[in-house]
């Protein structure tokens, strides 16, 4: 494989997009994001290009999540710098390209896929899942919240599911997702490539071409196996359909068993401003438009780049350090204000505007 950061081929009439840092597990900087941009949009308009397939180098993952390290390192090297900025407009651009793309966007998702990573599967026309697929969105065990569209897809999935999983970081195998419908189909990983190979080989011309992406994608699907969150749901509504995160905490508080015993432990190590943020996130995006979403997270992106927000704390005690050790300000759910959290809602300069 090459040593670029990702790779672009027209093969067979399919755009395939290669994310190739497989050491580091596909994660997404700010340079293979640029590359995306600029080669995306000349896809959806060149007849040459009849589907675009995304896929991830190595055995491990898609793509594990943005490369947030390189935010902490420009927040305390350079504090004037622009990565801060640029990596959310810019990632926030190519989620919505992806989310409005004419053509068929298949992601082939054989192993991780979190945060960032599922940016670029969820929002396309087609998700599909191998027995290695492994699904989060671990933004708040860092103090952010789950951006990359998180507050549209999560807000839209069954009952209080998608609150459990933003705050929780809950993972998911291919079964859960396919129930839960963040992915469309379970094939193999071993018949990954005559899936692609079937896709290069179709005719997918005209106004039809998702539903002739579907049928060939039918041909090579089995059975996930049995899903575990339909036996969860009535305790996730039960715990996490609430107002506030201190609500859910009390409600996990009351619920024997454990399972709840499991999740207040889980939110308990967490940052509270991140929770009530995320919270709020998915309150204000359950109704809105995909752009009015993205912008409300970009927004809230901007106020999290403060140097003393929780979010570069959560990268240092993870990421950096790996102490384990996070130090939230406030240190309890009950110190966050109503003050707090609407300002990350606060429009911010060089607001996101889509072309």
């Given at each position: 494989?090459?040593?670029?950061?990702?790779?672009?081929?027209?093969?067979?009439?399919?755009?395939?997009?290669t994310?190739?840092r497989?050491?580091?597990?596909n994660?997404?900087?700010h340079?293979?994001?640029?590359?995306?941009?600029k080669?995306?949009?000349?896809?959806?308009?060149?007849?040459?290009?009849?589907?675009v397939?995304?896929?991830?180098?190595?055995?491990?993952?898609?793509?594990?999540?943005?490369?947030?390290?390189?935010?902490y390192?420009?927040?305390?090297?350079?504090?004037?710098?622009?990565?801060?900025?640029?990596?959310?407009?810019?990632?926030?651009?190519?989620?919505?390209?992806?989310?409005?793309?004419?053509k068929?966007w298949?992601?082939?998702?054989?192993?991780?896929?979190?945060?960032g990573?599922?940016?670029l599967?969820?929002?396309?026309s087609?998700?599909?899942?191998?027995?290695?697929?492994?699904?989060a969105?671990p933004?708040?065990?860092?103090?952010?919240?789950?951006?990359?569209?998180?507050?549209?897809?999560?807000?839209?999935?069954?009952?209080?599911?998608?609150?459990?999983?933003?705050?929780?970081?809950?993972?998911?195998?291919?079964?859960?997702?396919?129930?839960?419908?963040?992915?469309d189909?379970?094939?193999?990983?071993?018949?990954?490539?005559?899936?692609?190979?079937?896709l290069?080989?179709?005719?997918?011309?005209?106004?039809?071409?998702?539903?002739?992406?579907?049928?060939?994608?039918?041909?090579?699907?089995?059975?996930?196996?049995?899903?575990?969150?339909?036996?969860?749901?009535?305790?996730?509504?039960r715990?996490?359909?609430?107002e506030?995160?201190?609500?859910?905490?009390?409600k996990?508080?009351k619920?024997?068993?454990e399972?709840?015993?499991?999740?207040l432990?889980?939110?308990?190590?967490?940052?509270?401003?991140?929770?009530?943020?995320?919270?709020?996130?998915?309150?204000?995006?359950?109704n809105?438009?995909?752009?009015?979403?993205?912008?409300?997270?970009?927004?809230?992106?901007?106020?999290?780049?403060?140097?003393?927000?929780?979010?570069?704390?959560?990268?240092?005690?993870?990421?950096?350090?790996?102490?384990?050790?996070p130090?939230?300000?406030?240190?309890?759910?009950?110190?966050?204000?109503?003050?707090?959290?609407?300002?990350?809602?606060?429009?911010v300069?060089?607001?996101?505007?889509?072309?």
């Amino acid at each position: 494989m090459s040593d670029r950061e990702i790779l672009f081929e027209i093969k067979d009439g399919l755009g395939l997009i290669t994310l190739n840092r497989p050491k580091a597990l596909n994660a997404l900087t700010h340079g293979m994001i640029r590359e995306l941009e600029k080669v995306i949009p000349g896809w959806e308009k060149d007849p040459a290009v009849k589907a675009v397939v995304l896929r991830g180098a190595g055995d491990r993952a898609f793509c594990a999540g943005g490369d947030v390290t390189n935010l902490y390192r420009e927040s305390r090297e350079n504090p004037s710098g622009t990565l801060r900025r640029d990596f959310f407009y810019d990632e926030y651009i190519v989620n919505r390209r992806i989310y409005r793309y004419a053509k068929p966007w298949i992601s082939l998702i054989d192993g991780i896929d979190m945060g960032g990573g599922v940016g670029l599967s969820v929002h396309g026309s087609h998700s599909v899942a191998s027995e290695k697929f492994l699904f989060a969105m671990p933004e708040t065990t860092i103090g952010l919240f789950p951006d990359v569209g998180g507050g549209y897809f999560l807000s839209r999935l069954p009952g209080a599911l998608g609150v459990f999983l933003a705050l929780t970081s809950h993972r998911l195998k291919a079964a859960d997702a396919l129930w839960a419908g963040i992915v469309d189909a379970y094939v193999p990983s071993a018949k990954l490539n005559d899936l692609q190979a079937a896709l290069g080989a179709a005719d997918l011309s005209g106004p039809d071409a998702n539903r002739k992406v579907d049928a060939i994608i039918a041909r090579f699907t089995e059975d996930a196996g049995m899903p575990t969150l339909p036996s969860m749901m009535a305790d996730i509504d039960r715990c996490f359909s609430a107002e506030s995160v201190a609500e859910i905490e009390a409600k996990l508080k009351k619920q024997p068993g454990e399972w709840a015993k499991k999740q207040l432990t889980a939110l308990l190590k967490l940052s509270p401003l991140s929770m009530a943020i995320t919270l709020e996130q998915l309150k204000r995006c359950a109704n809105r438009s995909f752009e009015d979403s993205m912008t409300i997270e970009y927004r809230m992106s901007q106020h999290a780049m403060r140097p003393d927000h929780d979010f570069f704390e959560g990268v240092r005690a993870l990421l950096i350090d790996k102490d384990q050790k996070p130090k939230w300000n406030p240190p309890t759910i009950e110190g966050v204000t109503r003050e707090m959290v609407d300002a990350h809602f606060k429009p911010v300069a060089n607001d996101l505007v889509f072309g």
